[in-house]
């Protein structure tokens, strides 16, 4: 009834730019905010950015003024453009979607997760 579905990672060099999206289009179900974690080898999954439907956005300070996440409501759609990437941004980034708010899924996490997508900056 759920199914979150990334796409857009890859291998990019320092200083280039990626642009994530997933897909909620085959979930039955419309969310009221939607957000992005990220986990990296070794380390704890952490929160990325999130966003409602009605457009206001979080961010976790080490992405601010580097990333920007959007909400394609209609679409059911979020999308992650990050720029000015980092090799210390190298993880698996996941999607994330609840019917609460983006308070909840900025702070812990919403009910439903993808299966991420690799990003991997390097030289």
């Known amino acids: 009834q759920v199914q979150l579905v990334e796409s857009g990672g890859g291998l990019v060099q320092p200083g280039g730019s990626l642009r994530l999206s997933c897909d909620a289009s085959r979930s039955i179900f419309s969310f009221s905010a939607m957000g992005w974690y990220r986990q990296a080898p070794g380390k704890r999954r952490e929160f990325v950015a999130a966003i409602d439907s009605g457009g206001t956005a979080d961010y976790a300070d080490s992405v601010k003024g580097r990333f920007t996440i959007s909400m394609d ?16 941004d190298t993880a698996v980034y996941l999607c994330n979607a609840d019917f609460r708010s983006r308070e909840v899924v900025a702070a812990k996490g919403g009910i439903y997760w993808g299966q991420g997508t690799q990003v991997t900056v390097s030289s």
């Open 73 to 88: 409501n209609a679409k059911k759609m979020v999308y992650l453009q990050m720029n000015s990437l980092k090799p210390e």
